[in-house]
């Protein structure tokens, strides 16, 4: 394992294409489009560019076809090293196709692509790095295989379980060797169901009961999803060393740490109206890496004292409110210095 901060993010790259459509078109039905945009998009390229923006060195392991040259080019000039992605002729870039209504419906249609190209294990063993990012947009066993080999150098390693994984894999997930588990609430439920049909614990963990800081809003969505944190660490089918991590959309963040301290952060004061929150969770995610890795120069920490984790939970908090202020996925990430000084 290196000992100077690099994140390698083995995750998906896609194209997204956008027609904007009067209605979502029917079957049978054939409709022009009034107006058309093609973006780069995909969780791992959105979270890598985050991670990127918020001022970390980062590898980005995948593969595109070859009509995703220009979406490479766009990786490289935020900085994220793309030296490590394969280039395949026999698949395009996976592709989600958007229709988007003035009334802001939409309906996606995801074409995997490239992102299930097989990639030889050494292309994550032959990259340096100290922090490993996962996400669920390419083969299960490839997200399992990098996290064994980063598991066993002794990096740190987060996985933001999205889509989320079916109950069959969540129950397989080697959880003991993840550090920080980053969810949204939706998330997070899907695992306590997968985890207590397969320990029938929901009787035994329903009684758990917790004790919400006054200093925290008496709201209760707030109260409702740290319970929710608080089954999922207690469950026999988790593990206790992992960081929990669960994003409440305009709500803020909550965590649940490893030992057992509880965070929550309130949303970003805006300056202007929500204009699309695409990215918004992807922004938050690499930031939160970023931060952790300016303070795990030496490697891993088990256990992050409370306020350093507030911190980074504060900043990344920053990065997505200016990110849901602005349009698009990856172009609406801030750099580092947009973000307010936080003391
Ligand atoms: P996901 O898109 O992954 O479900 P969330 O919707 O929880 O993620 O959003 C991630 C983060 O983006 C939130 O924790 C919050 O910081 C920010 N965010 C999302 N929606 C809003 C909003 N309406 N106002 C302010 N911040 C928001």
Redo the contacts with the bound molecule.
Sequence with gaps: MSNKPRCLVRGSINVDEFFHVPSIVQPGETLSSTHYERRSGGKGANQAVAVAKGGGDVTLVGAVGSDGNWVLDGLKQVGVDISSVFVTQEEPTGRAIIQLTPQGENCIILHRGANYTPISEEAVRSVLFTHLLLQNEIPFASTLSALAHAHRSGATTLFNP?PIPSVEQLRIFPWSQLDWLLV?QGEALSLLRAFNSQTNESSQNSHISIDIPSSWPSRPEIRAAYLLLHRLRANTAFSPKVNLVC????L??LALLNSGEGLYVP??K?NGP?KD?TG??D??TGYLVAGLMEVETDGRIESLAKDVVERILRRA?EA??I??QRPGATESIPYRTELPAIE
């Design positions: 999205s949204n994003t409440l959309g305009g803020g963040v949303a970003a805006l929500v929150t918004a969770g922004c938050f908090i997505a409110g990110c849901v």
